[in-house]
């Protein structure tokens, strides 16, 4: 037995799987609670051994934490990964949160929340208990740091990280996650307030960078945090964004698999996706509230009456039986 269990330790080892515990939680405030319970979906379900497939909405259920609004459950993953996921209320694609822009992925108008898992350490990986469909846990708000690295390449081998006056400047514990085009970003939660942070461009002390006395404070950067903030992305030991930066690109294949025409529009969209059984489309107003639902749609082409929407910004999310889902933005005239 115990040759067995080395042999298998091992076999982790050479693998690179690692287990971490990591926390999911949501609080669902004045939400009315789906009989069907509460979810997380994401692209860990599997690994974590919920079910056969990822962005499943019925296989991880979340439990109610005494009687209060938070629902929340703990997974084993592997660490030093990105991970994407929302919420549910309930147990259908469909029914799953909206995700405001700044805590989003954000980019080819993906609407999913992400984590990157960076510690091996015996404790449990735990953001908070983020509102259904908002940025942030209740009472905070949110920052995303974001730099561009692309002046000071390559990227140390330890990582990218930034240090801030609420955690003592530490630079070995908030890791930066990039989704290309080098540049590093990583969402926090802080109460409103005023504080200081500077990036590492590794994870001692001496890898800090040096920030112009233009926009220093004390030698660190500052920031007044009076609401839910996305920092742009600023060159390395600079005041500015990069000279060559470009970027990244908005469109790719899932976004283009969803045409909607006229875009704006007044009285009537036409939908029409590459996506499979289509069964239901959603569509949230600009703070994320779903204002319509279209079920058990089986054609590749549908019009929607938009006709008693107000102007504004929407988004339009396609489900597809499979849980695939695409988003686009629809201004409505």
Known sequence: MKKLLSLLIILCISSGVFAKKVK?????????????????????????????????????????????TIYSIIVNIPAFNKYEYKFVNGNQTYEAEFVPEEARVGYNFNDNRWLYVDSLANDTTFVGAIMFGGNAPFGKSLIRYKVDMSGVLPVSANGTHVGASYQNFNPATVFMYSFGNDVYEIINYVTNGTYQFKFY??????????????????????????????????CFSSCAVCALGVGVKENSSSALSLKMYPNPAK???????????????????????????????????????????????????????????????LVVD
Not at 28 to 55: C, E, L, R
Not at 288 to 307: A, F, Y
Request: proline share 3%.
């Open 24 to 68: 999911f939680a949501v609080n669902m405030g004045t939400n009315t609670i789906s009989p069907n319970g509460i979810h997380v979906i994401g692209d860990f379900q599997v690994i974590a051994g919920f079910g056969t497939s990822d962005w499943d909405p019925g296989t991880t259920s979340l439990t109610q934490e005494g009687s209060s």
């Open 201 to 234: 461009n590794g994870n001692t002390i001496g890898n800090s960078e040096t920030v112009p006395g233009s926009c220093a404070t004390s030698g660190n950067r500052s920031i007044i945090v009076t609401k839910d903030t996305v920092m742009p992305e600023i």
């Open 267 to 329: 009285n009537v969209v036409t939908l029409n996706s590459k996506i499979k059984g289509i069964y239901a489309i959603v569509v949230f107003d600009a703070k994320g509230k779903q204002v319509m639902l279209v079920k058990n749609v089986e054609t590749e082409t549908t019009q929607l009456n938009i006709q008693d929407l107000n102007a504004g910004i929407y988004f339009v999310r396609l489900v597809g039986k499979n849980n695939q889902t695409t988003i686009q933005k």
